[in-house]
């Protein structure tokens, strides 16, 4: 009975854009909070990156 009404449950169109919201809006709120704690690191991750390329550069010559 219990899975009767799971499988209706999921084969509602509604109910599956909810879950997608619902998922979205905790990856979204994941990603902003991780953004958050490492911004403090941007400034640096820049740098490493431009340094890299002008090694990069240098060496492929």
Known sequence: MQRQ????????KLVQWGM?????GIAIQLVI???RLLSPFTGWAILAGII???VGLIRGK
């Open 52 to 54: 890299l390329i002008v």
């Open 5 to 12: 009404q799971l499988q209706k449950l999921q084969s509602n």
């Open 33 to 35: 909070t991780l953004a």
């Open 20 to 24: 997608l919201f619902l998922v979205g």
